[in-house]
């Protein structure tokens, strides 16, 4: 069955996913929903999502909003090669680092609240680059101490927890944060990056990113 990924190329969320499908080596279409024109606040869009954001994923009639839920939809479709340890204990500590990032980092410096903090609140430029760096150190130095001294976020194979670390290390490097206090942090993304599956998801390659 065709698998449809409405994604914009510079969501972080949508990362994740693309992350995921690529590692899983499953072939999708992608359908772009461009943040900065409003399309994901658009009737046909929010039909689909009434949470009107990216991603959003479509399995033949299936439809999956958030990205970890679709991250574990596609575990359990396609569980080969597994992104989540076998391990309970082990699985947990990967589901806890993804939603470190997914749900306590991220969501004080998606687009929505940058803007909120720009426009309602009349935060300047600096202003809003100390919010994002502030939670973005508090975020990394916590993450720096739980990741494994392994080649991937925890072990030698990558899981969930890189396919979420690399799009925030991304996002970070975006908003110019100093990551040298995070070197594990830091040599973890760069391996992740020599894996194929990782390159070819990476933002600027994706069809609706702008060209230079
Ligand atoms: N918890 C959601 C977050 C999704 C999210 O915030 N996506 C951003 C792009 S990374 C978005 O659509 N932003 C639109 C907006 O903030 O208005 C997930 O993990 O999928």
């Not at 929903?33 to 994923?57: C, G, I, K, S």
């Not at 979420?164 to 991304?170: A, E, F, G, I, S």
Request: aromatic share 10%.
């Amino acid at each position: 069955m065709a698998i449809t990924l409405y994604s914009y190329w510079r969501s972080t969320a949508a990362y994740r996913v693309r992350l995921a499908l690529n590692l899983k080596g499953l072939d999708y279409d992608t359908i772009t929903v461009d943040l900065t024109d409003a399309e994901h606040r658009r009737e046909d869009y929010a039909e689909r999502n009434p949470q009107m954001l990216v991603p959003f994923l479509e399995d033949g009639n299936t439809g999956v909003a958030q990205s970890l839920a679709i991250l574990e939809y596609i575990e359990e479709t396609h569980p080969e090669p597994p992104l989540y340890p076998q391990d309970p204990a082990e699985r947990a500590k990967v589901r806890a680092f993804a939603a470190a990032i997914a749900c306590d980092v991220h969501p004080l410096n998606n687009l929505r609240v940058l803007n909120y903090l720009k426009g309602p609140l009349a935060a300047d430029g600096d202003a809003v680059s100390t919010w994002y760096g502030h939670w973005i150190h508090e975020a990394f130095q916590a993450l720096e101490k739980i990741c494994s001294d392994d080649a991937y976020t925890f072990g030698d194979t990558v899981t969930a927890a890189d396919v979420c670390l690399v799009p925030q290390m991304y996002n970070a490097r975006r908003f110019n944060v100093d990551l040298t206090p995070f070197p594990k942090l830091v040599a973890v993304d760069a391996r992740c990056l020599e894996v194929p599956a990782f390159a070819g998801a990476v933002p600027e390659k994706q069809p609706d990113a702008p060209a230079s």
